[in-house]
């Protein structure tokens, strides 16, 4: 979704970084070979992503949500060269294709996945994080926060994808909308707790940074 003029949307990308070529063949094989192919960050969006790690250059980043695999390797683009990315994601039938991908980006020994049910495995997790990405089911974004926050280093950052949800968060809500419901209380729990400082970016669907005082 464009929330800005379609062709201004159109300059914005053509003036920002190219996505790289293993990417763009990521992109290509997750559309022609897995099913809900949206679910994919993007060229535009992965870019957003990668120069974000740049300049926090993370020594751990924690994924909830891999698909397949794109937005991981973004983010570890701006690993520490001794550091490490945990993705989560509840989908097995993914793994080898995501794992195909990571070797071949050349973070491969940096990236460790998870498969199951993330409330249950980021409570094993016994490292602190300078970055989180949290891109998954919608009606656990709050849950997600609530299980990552106290695993945070202070100055680490919390992206929010999805917050904006095709602008259903400013549209009269279905009482059977469980998605939307979560996310109106998950963008309202950002903007006030106290632990963290928020600014909810409109990039594409919607991108929230949160900075852990």
């Known amino acids: 979704m464009h929330f800005i003029p379609e062709k201004l949307d159109t300059y914005v990308v053509n003036h920002s970084q190219k996505e790289p070529e293993l990417l763009q063949q990521l992109n290509r094989e997750t559309y022609q070979k897995i099913l809900q192919p949206r679910m ?45 990315l945990h993705t989560i994601d509840i989908n097995e039938e993914l793994e080898d ?18 498969i199951g049910d993330a409330t249950t495995i980021i409570p094993n997790l016994n490292q602190k994080f300078d970055l989180v990405f949290i891109d ?33 968060v400013i549209e009269e809500v279905d009482t059977d909308d469980i998605s939307t419901k979560a996310l109106l209380k998950y963008n309202t729990l950002l903007a006030e707790d106290p632990r963290i400082e928020t600014v909810l970016l409109p990039i594409r669907d919607g991108l929230t940074i949160s900075r852990v005082i």
């Open 97 to 114: 294709f995501q794992r195909k991908y990571f070797n071949l980006s050349g973070y491969g020994e940096q990236i460790h996945q998870h």
């Open 40 to 84: 994919l960050s993007g060229a535009y969006q992965g870019r957003v992503l990668s120069i974000i790690s740049k300049l926090i250059n993370p020594k751990n980043i924690l994924e909830i949500g891999t698909y397949t695999g794109y937005s991981a390797i973004c983010l570890a683009e701006g690993l520490q060269k001794n550091g490490a």
């Open 136 to 168: 998954a089911d919608k009606p656990n974004y709050p849950t997600y926060f609530d299980l990552i926050i106290n695993k945070m280093n202070s100055g680490g950052v919390i992206l929010s994808d999805n917050v904006l949800w095709s602008g259903k």
